[in-house]
């Protein structure tokens, strides 16, 4: 079992606002700030957002980091949740108006992940180019990877604006907030679905629009499938840091909770899932 214990840190721990990054998304909250993490003396920038503080929101950025890590797909390097009392997040943010919608009695939870020297592709490329960029990127071994993660994972948001683009070959996801159909697993089962996720139906429409060949649509489906023969392997080595993830954010709640993740993504990762759903031999 491992002895690692993810960092969920509190007020002292968010040292300066930075700057508001509101382009980013539709969280008014997003924003630059300097954190102090766990074994680390300097404060490091990092992107903040605010959460609501009921629902599996913060759970499924803390779960899709753990997966990812473990699946070798390029992450920023520290992440933690933050646990803010009201006064601090609206001392952060110089606006109640902003705090109240997020706020849960005397807590407010953030996520915090360390600042990348990379934008996004929306930032960089407009329209067309930036879809063909998308589009060439799922193509690559990290897209794919990324790609695969959504499908097993059910991920109903991923596009050009939650994908940083390093260059032609590489890219980084983040933002996993609407993972598992946006379904609220701290109250229920996940439902079992044959629905895919938005990657995977974006790939099929860059089929369509011709932006992938038929040939390049059937490498990217064997790329994906590839990827996911070592979902299994993954799952079982972060099964551990994802239940005691979800002990420390919910408490003795966490049970069934923990439950209703792992039986889906065991059904997701199981061998030769992958393949069925793409129709790959």
């Known amino acids: 079992m491992s002895q690692w214990t993810f960092p969920i840190l509190g007020d002292d721990s968010y040292t300066g606002f930075i700057a508001p990054l509101s382009q980013l998304g539709v969280n008014p909250t997003t924003h630059v700030a ?3 993490y766990p074994v680390q003396h300097a404060p490091v920038a990092s992107v903040v957002k605010l959460l609501p503080p009921h629902g599996p929101h913060i ?3 803390g779960l899709a ?26 001392e952060v943010l110089s606006s109640t108006k902003l705090v109240k919608p997020y706020a849960n009695g005397k807590r407010v939870l953030a996520w ?33 990877a990324i790609a695969a993660f959504d499908e097993a994972f059910y991920n109903l948001d991923r596009n050009n604006g939650n994908v ?35 990657t995977l139906r974006e790939i099929r429409a860059c089929h369509k629009r011709r932006h992938l060949s038929t040939s390049q649509l059937a490498s ?19 099964r551990n840091d994802m239940g ?26 199981a061998q030769d899932w992958m393949n069925q759903r793409l129709g790959v031999l």
Not at 74 to 90: D, F, I, M, T, Y
């Open 34 to 36: 300097e954190v102090r």
């Open 59 to 61: 759970g499924n950025e």
């Open 65 to 90: 980091w753990l997966f990812l890590r473990g699946a070798g797909v390029p992450q920023p390097p520290k992440v933690a949740v933050l646990v803010l009392s009201e006064r601090k997040a609206a």
């Open 112 to 144: 915090a992940s360390e600042r990348l020297n990379h934008r996004s592709i929306s930032a960089i490329f407009t329209g067309t180019k930036g879809d063909r960029k998308w589009a060439r990127l799922m193509s690559t071994l990290e897209g794919t």
């Open 164 to 198: 940083l683009y390093v260059n032609d070959e590489s890219c980084i996801p983040i933002d996993h907030e609407m993972l598992f159909g946006m379904h609220d697993w701290t109250a229920s089962p996940i439902p079992s679905t044959a629905l895919e996720s938005h």
């Open 220 to 238: 990217v489906y064997n790329h994906i499938a590839h990827h996911a023969e070592k979902h299994s392997h993954v799952l079982a080595t972060v």
């Open 244 to 269: 005691q993830l979800l002990s420390q954010l919910y408490g003795s709640r966490s049970a069934s909770m923990v439950e209703h993740v792992l039986s889906f993504l065991a059904a997701r990762t």
